[in-house]
């Protein structure tokens, strides 16, 4: 497995799509209150890192730069963005619920449709964007990102096939430690 530098993988807080069910993909909503209170927690837990010499790098897309914003203020500046952060794309399927979406696909889970969505990106471009963006990394890093980009660069990070996709765990207002191939649950005051 190729050595990548220590980072801190955080996805994006929640938006009002996300609390409706819909499918953002490259769409954007706004951070609802809880999801500007979950970037907030992440500023606490890193806020408990030494993160000197760390750089802070988020997706372009405004709900992980409001994030990135909140979860590193006072930490790390100047805060860069990297389009290869962006979400998986979901092509026709972007904008829709995921309920209306998953009924009317016949997909056996929210995991199946990216790898089905008409027009969508797929999980082998997607992990192949990500491995090209941890190959050019060359500094420690904290990553604010989204849902299912967060699980592929964590993956790869931890040395999984990108069929793990389901297993490797997520969420919101979550900070991920990845070092030497293994991944750790950030939690306060630990």
Same mark, same amino acid.
């Given at each position: ?79 860069? %963005?990297?389009?290869? &952060?962006?979400? $998986?794309?979901? =092509?026709?399927? *972007? #904008?829709?619920? !995921?309920?209306?979406?998953?009924? +009317? ?43 299912? %980009?967060?699980?592929? &660069?964590?993956? $790869?990070?931890? =040395?999984?096939? *990108? #069929?793990?996709? !389901?297993?490797?765990?997520?969420? +919101? ?18």
């Amino acid at each position: 497995m190729t050595a990548f530098p220590p980072c801190y993988i955080l996805r994006h807080g929640e938006t009002e799509w996300n609390a409706s069910g819909r499918l953002q993909g490259r769409f954007d909503s706004p951070l609802t209150p809880k999801g500007m209170a979950q970037a907030r927690q992440q500023r606490l837990i890193l806020g408990q890192c030494d993160l000197g010499g760390f750089l802070a790098i988020s997706s372009p897309q405004g709900r992980a730069f409001e994030t990135a914003k909140i979860a590193v203020n006072g930490l790390i500046a100047p805060i860069t %963005t990297d389009k290869v &952060l962006s979400e $998986i794309g979901l =092509g026709e399927w *972007a #904008g829709k619920t !995921r309920a209306d979406v998953i009924a +009317q696909s016949g997909a056996s889970d929210g995991f199946a449709l990216y790898d089905l969505a008409p027009g969508g990106e797929g999980f082998t471009a997607l992990h192949t964007r990500c491995l090209e963006f941890l190959r050019r990394l060359n500094k420690p890093s904290v990553i604010v990102t989204h849902g299912i %980009t967060s699980r592929m &660069l964590r993956l $790869i990070l931890t =040395g999984q096939p *990108a #069929g793990a996709v !389901r297993t490797i765990g997520g969420g +919101q207002g979550v900070v991920f430690y990845l070092s030497e191939g293994k991944q750790q649950r950030l939690t306060l005051g630990a």
